[in-house]
């Protein structure tokens, strides 16, 4: 039996479906991805309130990057004896934890233990939910279960950086990032409430997600992946800095067009089921090369608010989906190990999303948004590439 399999975290047939356990984990997954890049809509004033500059402020996303990374790939074998049910209540308590210190802290250094903690919140979460979910209701109906969790963070996508940007106008930084707090805490009296026992299955270890990289259609596809994700964030980042200072925005500007952002991203998240049927591999190389392009556009066309708006529509509209992509090949490549591909992914993600950020803050520091922007594109280019050389082997193995 492949370990990664649907066999790991059987249904148990005699319970019936914990469809609140899973509306609450969608909770944690808006909870998630706010904590995650609030940030992104906050820069400015957490570098004035904190003496540093942009591009250090940049790095509380970077911080947790890096402790998803370690998380994810580790936490199935740490927690290989816990009940499952026990890891996700820690891990919601994590979020409320997180998010106390970072809205508490007094320096750079309390700041980036908060967000330490939110990263192993984000990677052991992100690793575990979908295996929780395929025990916690039928297997039929678990794509509707995933579907739910998705749309927690489709939701958030679209309100949390512009709800930060205006909470943050009004009641500060500290404010904006205390407000997950409650949040964290209802999902977290939701789950002790409504998820059951799920007594951990055979373990699985590190070593047999990192077996998937010997095939060579799998660790191309990986490497595009990382790319795709360090160009996306190290433009994404920094973009409250690039608004206020290029484009010359004020915060309900700035806010108004992160919604807009986020409104085109659920409109793509809605429309690229449709491209994919056609052809996936088109999809995963035409978007980054795409993006790449806006990037340049952006660096010629930032002062003029009416062009920017536009292209960081564009921006939303094609990079938002694009993991819903990356995982319709994940499960058409590996549907055997979509569960230890799913981790690796996870790990490749938030290591990609560390990477962008901080090479986009050094730059941004260095030499200003141009820099970042221009290598931005670069790496995007780079990933559809990749995703042609992902094309290509993928071929190669069906014939």
Same mark, same amino acid.
């Given at each position: 039996?492949?370990?990664?399999?649907?066999?790991?975290?059987?249904?148990?047939?005699?319970?019936?479906?914990?469809?609140?356990?899973?509306?609450?984990?969608?909770?944690?997954?808006?909870?998630?991805?706010?904590?995650?890049?609030?940030?992104?809509?906050?820069?400015?004033?957490?570098?004035?309130?904190?003496?540093?500059?942009?591009?250090?402020?940049?790095?509380?996303?970077?911080?947790?990057?890096?402790?998803?990374?370690?998380?994810?790939?580790?936490?199935?074998?740490?927690?290989?004896?816990?009940?499952?049910?026990?890891?996700?209540?820690?891990?919601?308590?994590?979020?409320?934890?997180?998010?106390?210190?970072?809205?508490?802290?007094?320096?750079?250094?309390?700041?980036?233990?908060?967000?330490?903690?939110?990263?192993?919140?984000?990677?052991?979460?992100?690793?575990?939910?979908?295996?929780?979910?395929?025990?916690?209701?039928?297997?039929?109906?678990?794509?509707?279960?995933?579907?739910? %969790?998705?749309?927690?963070?489709?939701?958030?996508?679209?309100?949390?950086?512009?709800?930060?940007?205006?909470?943050?106008?009004?009641?500060?930084?500290?404010?904006?990032?205390?407000?997950?707090?409650?949040?964290?805490?209802?999902?977290?009296?939701?789950?002790?409430?409504?998820?059951?026992?799920?007594?951990?299955?055979?373990?699985?270890?590190?070593?047999?997600?990192?077996?998937?990289?010997?095939?060579?259609?799998?660790?191309?596809?990986?490497?595009?992946?990382?790319?795709?994700?360090?160009?996306?964030?190290?433009?994404?980042?920094?973009?409250?800095?690039?608004?206020?200072?290029?484009?010359?925005?004020?915060?309900?500007?700035?806010?108004?067009?992160?919604?807009?952002?986020?409104?085109?991203? %659920?409109?793509?998240?809605?429309?690229?089921?449709?491209?994919?049927?056609?052809?996936?591999?088109?999809?995963?190389?035409?978007?980054?090369?795409?993006?790449?392009?806006?990037?340049?556009?952006?660096?010629?066309?930032?002062?003029?608010?009416?062009?920017?708006?536009?292209?960081?529509?564009?921006?939303? %509209?094609?990079?938002?989906?694009?993991?819903?992509?990356?995982?319709?090949?994940?499960?058409?490549?590996?549907?055997?190990?979509?569960?230890?591909?799913?981790?690796?992914?996870?790990?490749?993600?938030?290591?990609?999303?560390?990477?962008?950020?901080?090479?986009?803050?050094?730059?941004?520091?260095?030499?200003?948004?141009?820099?970042?922007?221009?290598?931005?594109?670069?790496?995007?280019?780079?990933?559809?590439?990749?995703?042609?050389?992902?094309?290509?082997?993928?071929?190669?193995?069906?014939?």
């Amino acid at each position: 039996m492949t370990v990664g399999t649907a066999s790991s975290c059987d249904v148990i047939p005699d319970r019936s479906p914990a469809w609140g356990a899973v509306r609450a984990m969608s909770l944690c997954c808006m909870v998630l991805v706010a904590s995650e890049f609030m940030p992104v809509s906050l820069l400015t004033p957490i570098a004035a309130d904190l003496h540093m500059t942009e591009g250090q402020a940049g790095q509380a996303i970077s911080v947790s990057g890096i402790f998803a990374v370690l998380t994810s790939l580790s936490i199935s074998g740490l927690t290989s004896r816990w009940d499952r049910r026990t890891v996700l209540l820690v891990l919601a308590l994590s979020l409320i934890v997180s998010g106390t210190v970072v809205a508490l802290a007094p320096n750079y250094s309390v700041l980036m233990l908060g967000r330490a903690v939110l990263g192993i919140a984000i990677g052991g979460f992100w690793s575990m939910s979908a295996a929780a979910v395929m025990r916690l209701v039928p297997a039929d109906s678990v794509p509707r279960a995933l579907a739910i %969790l998705q749309g927690g963070t489709a939701l958030s996508s679209i309100i949390a950086a512009p709800l930060g940007s205006f909470l943050g106008g009004y009641i500060g930084w500290r404010g904006a990032f205390f407000c997950v707090v409650p949040l964290a805490a209802i999902a977290l009296v939701w789950l002790l409430a409504k998820l059951p026992s799920m007594h951990a299955g055979r373990p699985t270890g590190s070593g047999d997600v990192f077996k998937l990289l010997r095939r060579p259609v799998v660790a191309s596809g990986m490497v595009a992946i990382t790319l795709f994700f360090m160009g996306q964030f190290a433009l994404f980042t920094y973009l409250r800095p690039f608004l206020e200072m290029v484009t010359h925005v004020d915060v309900p500007t700035l806010s108004l067009i992160l919604l807009l952002l986020g409104i085109t991203g %659920l409109a793509g998240t809605t429309l690229i089921g449709t491209f994919l049927k056609n052809g996936m591999y088109g999809v995963m190389i035409a978007i980054p090369l795409a993006m790449a392009g806006i990037a340049i556009a952006l660096v010629a066309f930032g002062n003029w608010l009416a062009g920017t708006a536009i292209l960081l529509g564009a921006w939303g %509209l094609l990079g938002t989906p694009a993991p819903v992509a990356w995982n319709t090949w994940l499960t058409r490549t590996l549907p055997e190990d979509a569960e230890a591909g799913g981790g690796l992914m996870v790990a490749a993600i938030q290591l990609a999303i560390t990477l962008g950020a901080t090479i986009g803050g050094l730059l941004f520091d260095m030499s200003g948004y141009q820099s970042t922007f221009s290598a931005s594109a670069a790496i995007l280019v780079a990933a559809g590439l990749m995703a042609f050389v992902t094309k290509r082997t993928g071929s190669s193995v069906r014939t």
